[in-house]
């Protein structure tokens, strides 16, 4: 039997055994996300009125996980699952909710446009697009489109749970003025270094962010795979005519390119990783981090 056969398999039996109880062993209703983090907006939005399982785990790519047994358990406890439109989900999603009719999937990339991830710029053909379908998913390393984020999570939750409605609202409000006030510190921090460079980064995740902010992120991933060396000598030539000094990773993926590019181009290489579960400290060191190079 196949690791993905056996997980189905835990789904039903899964499905079978706990019946109608969908909520945790404290008694607080569950809510399922794909990634940290969600978690983090909802729990600003629920506080302690919501138990919240995130589905990919700390240090995995979100592209090639697939769910453990254990959480598939947990997972037909939960009343609402808020995608977000990652690759995980188009795996996985379709089938889980199949499986746990009860299960509401709220989809919180709803009236998001997303954008086409770009050719890196140092390839001579720039037409051509990466990553899934070739829409960039990373919609929640964007504090204005986290907003949007937010306004959903907070309509679902007041859908499910119409009692604590007052306490959502009021919650999301709260969260609205700390993003505002989260954008305004990024701002300040950028606007204390004129003339920004562009950005390396191994995975292009911080489109979004770079959109926000008028920053311009150069990945080194060509189409979703690693770098050719024809395609390495075009990096290094970038990245020293660029006056690049710092390349990021994260934790989900080698970092032994960039090492080599670092190396090679006399740069550092720093850790962003985009499913830190503190979404706003993580934005501000990555800003911090960029202001520094």
């Not at 706990?18 to 209703?29: F, K, L």
């Not at 006030?181 to 911080?206: D, R, Y």
């Not at 970092?255 to 190396?263: D, L, V």
Request: include cysteine; charge should be negative; proline fraction near 6%.
């Amino acid at each position: 039997m196949t690791s993905k056969s056996l997980v189905l398999a835990i789904i039903l039996l899964a499905a079978l055994f706990t019946g109608c109880d969908r909520s945790s062993p404290d008694g607080v209703p569950v809510v399922a996300v794909s990634i940290a983090p969600q978690k983090y907006f909802v729990d600003k939005i629920a506080r302690n009125l919501v138990s919240v399982l995130v589905m990919v785990p700390p240090g995995v790519s979100e592209h090639t996980y697939e769910p453990r047994p254990h959480q598939m358990t947990s997972l037909s406890r939960a009343s609402l699952y808020f995608s977000i439109g990652i690759e995980f989900e188009h795996a996985w999603l379709e089938r889980l909710s199949g499986t746990y009719p009860q299960l509401r999937v709220v989809h919180t990339d709803s009236g998001i446009a997303k954008r086409s991830i770009e050719a890196p710029i140092y390839i001579g053909d720039r037409s051509g697009v990466v990553g899934e379908e070739g829409l960039d998913p990373h919609i929640w390393l964007s504090p204005e489109l986290v907003k949007t984020q937010a306004t959903t999570i907070t309509a679902a939750l007041c859908t499910a749970f119409p009692l604590h409605a007052t306490e959502f609202r009021a919650n999301d409000s709260l969260f609205m003025l700390e993003i505002d006030s989260l954008q305004n510190e990024i701002k300040t921090l950028f606007a204390q270094k004129n003339g920004l460079c562009p950005f390396m980064v191994f995975h292009p995740a911080w489109g979004y962010f770079a959109h926000e902010f008028g920053l311009r992120q150069v990945a080194i991933e060509v189409e979703g795979k690693e770098p050719s060396a024809h395609t390495l000598g075009s990096i290094f030539d970038y990245a020293r005519t660029g006056h690049i000094s710092t390349i990021f990773v994260q934790p989900q993926f080698s970092r032994q390119t960039a090492e080599i590019i670092a190396h090679e181009i006399g740069a550092r290489v720093a850790v962003a990783d985009p499913l830190a579960a503190d979404w706003a400290a993580n934005l501000l060191t990555f800003t911090k981090n960029l202001v520094q190079q």
